[in-house]
């Protein structure tokens, strides 16, 4: 997995109009440009979906199937008509949630993604709720003794979450903490022991076993789930650290700052209520992002815990050569991590009363 | 002609160090070794920047001197020498058909640095095109050009690299396509910024009433002006371009066997990890070594080249 750095995250200056009208206007322009990115995302997947050298019918009938069947479920699969054409109907149904039917599970893909989609949504939401708990502090820290020992740490602590590979963390993870200290369980989301006692009502198993007072079940849970989220969750305070740090040091460094501390303000409230109170509303944005990035982060962390969630399974139909599933899956990731996108853009817009 | 005669009587015979920090220099040559002299004088400052300027030559000269480095190709099997442990014979011990990882490792490098080198060959020209197209140009194109760019930068990336290389089947050429595919927006990004800002300045319109071309203006005048900031993004972005190949690859689309590839050979030793650790962790290691070593050299590059972001 892969931050992204600066490059997205929006400039101060955007949006700047004094009418209503010109603020709705930005907004429409925003969605437009998502519905745009959405269209592109079915696109590409359109595309690879004609790409793959596997016939798409010899796929539903079978190589046994006779010449006339061949046809049939040729017309029916709309094959012979225009590209542009077979691209509008694949498009109605993907916007109608048909990704077709798992050759692997032989249900709706849908079905499936809704099935797995809650554990790689409490492993992500978990993953962030510690880097944002963790990597706040530690940025703001950073800012503050810029160029000190404490600085550099920090900076390197952050320099290594950008380069190690998360799945290759996850493996050292279990050989020393599940294999050699025996302080952790092993990979999935909880004991044989404890699965299946509680009805899924959420799918989020910490939600739902505290719903159920299944205690027990909730304490296995969250031991399961407590090394592969901080594993993604220290990628999401690299990430959160260094933006933090930047956007603090931007702060400090002007004249309010000095005027504030001219007054005789005690230095946690000039750091804390006038600097970090200025950094919130760029931080949220960085903070949406980075629950974008791990949700599609998730993808090798859930193959090495086999976390049974939405990489895991897009990674054993890809291996299966179960398109429909795989395509289904990068939709869906894709147009959260596009929402996810929108969702920052637009609460920057809000929350900001300079960008307004 | 009056600078270049001046420049001749200023450069005084005080050696290289002089002629290269020469105020006045005398041709394109000695200003461009200047520059990146001055370039390596401030990065020398940097002490983490020079450990990340150490890995990465050493990566390349590990890829360079790979044959006189090793005693084994890292492809024979020696059956008899399953999984040994690491020793005096074999560093880094050896895998489950008897390679002896350390050489295996050697060899690996060269195929890092084939797959970064290669998705740095395919997006740097694309994005350098399409950015300054669009920001020379202007206008409509412009629009096109970065509502595409735009998409490309919204998708993400790894989940669409897998897709793309489940498409295409596996393999090394396939997953640098893949990644390619999902990497060269943020360099048109970058491209359209700096030409927006050079675009109208003098010396663009002094080539323009010469009569340079388009063409000529763009790939004369232009992208050199853009490489500077576009070579600083793809150092950052290596250190990502290599975990996705180590991810692509420890999922078995990437390179296949027997070929020495880090992520692979992360991937195979999973079997092992528990009472052979050494074959999953180290090429773990190597990974993890190389992409800090770019990730290092980028920070400290950009922090030199880029005074506006020395704070972030």
């Not at chain 1, 542009?84 to 039917?101: A, H, P, R, S």
């Not at chain 2, 084939?114 to 194109?141: C, F, K, M």
């Amino acid at each position: 997995m892969t931050l992204g750095t600066q490059d997205r995250t929006p400039s101060a200056g955007a949006g700047r109009g004094l009418l209503p009208f010109a603020f709705a206007s930005k907004t429409a322009q925003l969605v437009a440009s998502v519905v745009m990115t959405f269209l592109g995302l079915t696109a590409v997947t359109f595309v690879i979906g004609r790409v793959i050298p596997i016939d798409p019918v010899i796929a539903v009938v079978g190589d046994r199937a006779s010449q006339a069947t061949y046809e049939r479920v040729r017309l029916e699969l709309g094959l012979d008509r225009p590209l542009y054409e077979q691209f509008w109907i694949y498009l109605g149904k993907v916007l109608e949630g048909d990704f077709g039917t798992s050759v692997l599970t032989s249900r709706p893909v849908l079905h499936d993604i809704v099935h797995f989609f809650p554990a790689t949504l409490e492993l992500a939401t978990v993953a962030t709720i510690l880097g944002v708990l963790l990597g706040i502090p530690m940025g703001v820290w950073a800012a503050v003794n810029q160029g000190r020992a404490t600085d550099h740490v920090i900076r390197v602590v952050g320099l290594v979450g950008y380069s190690v590979p998360v799945f290759w963390l996850g493996m050292v993870g279990l050989l020393v903490f599940y294999a050699k200290l025996d302080m952790l369980p092993g990979p999935g989301r909880l004991d044989l022991y404890y699965e299946g006692l509680v009805e899924p009502v959420t799918g989020l198993i910490l939600v739902d076993s505290v719903l159920a007072g299944e205690w027990e079940v909730f304490d296995n849970a969250l031991s399961h789930l407590v090394l592969p989220a901080t594993i993604l969750g220290y990628f999401s305070l690299a990430y959160i650290a260094r933006m933090t740090r930047s956007f603090m040091l931007e702060q400090l460094s002007q004249e309010y700052i000095t005027t504030a501390r001219v007054k005789g303000l005690s230095e946690r409230r000039v750091i804390w209520r006038h600097a970090f109170g200025n950094t919130m509303v760029p931080l949220i944005t960085v903070v949406a992002l980075s629950y974008a990035y791990l949700l599609e982060g998730s993808v090798l962390t859930e193959t090495v815990f086999a976390w049974p969630g939405l990489g895991r399974y897009i990674t054993q139909s890809l291996f299966n050569a179960d398109m429909n599933a795989v395509i289904g899956g990068t939709i869906v990731v894709g147009s959260c991590f596009i929402g996810l996108n929108l969702l920052s853009d637009l609460l920057y817009k809000f929350v900001d009363p300079r960008a307004k | 002609m009056s600078l270049f005669t001046r420049s001749a009587t200023i450069v005084n015979p005080q050696g290289l160090r002089a002629w290269l920090l020469s105020d006045a220099p005398g041709s394109a040559f000695q200003a461009r070794c200047g520059r990146w002299y001055l370039m390596w004088l401030a990065l020398k400052r940097n002490p983490l920047a020079c450990i990340g300027l150490f890995i990465v030559v050493g990566l390349l000269l590990m890829a360079i001197f790979a044959p006189w480095l090793t005693t084994t190709n890292g492809i024979e099997q020696v059956l008899l020498d399953r999984l040994l442990p690491p020793s005096a014979a074999h560093w880094f011990g050896t895998d489950e058909l008897g390679r002896d990882i350390y050489d295996r490792i050697v060899w690996g490098a060269r195929i890092t640095l084939y797959i970064v080198g290669l998705v740095g060959v395919i997006v740097v020209p694309v994005g350098l095109v399409v950015g300054t197209v669009a920001g020379y140009l202007g206008g409509a194109i412009d629009a096109v050009l970065m509502r595409i760019t735009d998409i490309f930068l919204a998708f993400p990336r790894l989940i669409l690299a897998l897709a793309f290389v489940s498409a295409l089947g596996p393999g090394i050429e396939n997953a640098v396509l893949a990644i390619a595919l999902t990497t060269w927006s943020p360099y048109a990004r970058i491209a359209r910024a700096e030409t927006i800002t050079i675009r109208d300045s003098e010396y663009i319109m002094a080539a323009r009433l010469q009569g340079a071309s388009r063409l000529r203006i763009l790939y004369g005048h232009v992208v050199p002006l853009c490489l500077s900031s576009v070579i600083i993004r793809l150092t950052l972005d290596m250190a990502g371009i290599i975990l996705t190949a180590a991810g692509l690859g420890f999922l078995g689309l990437g390179a296949q066997p027997p070929l020495p590839e880090w992520g692979a050979m992360i991937s195979t030793g999973r079997q092992f990890l528990l009472d052979q650790w050494w074959v999953a962790t180290v090429p773990g290691l190597a990974i993890f070594a190389v992409s800090l070593g770019f990730n290092l050299l980028g920070d400290g590059l950009r922090d030199v080249l880029d005074p506006k972001s020395r704070d972030s």
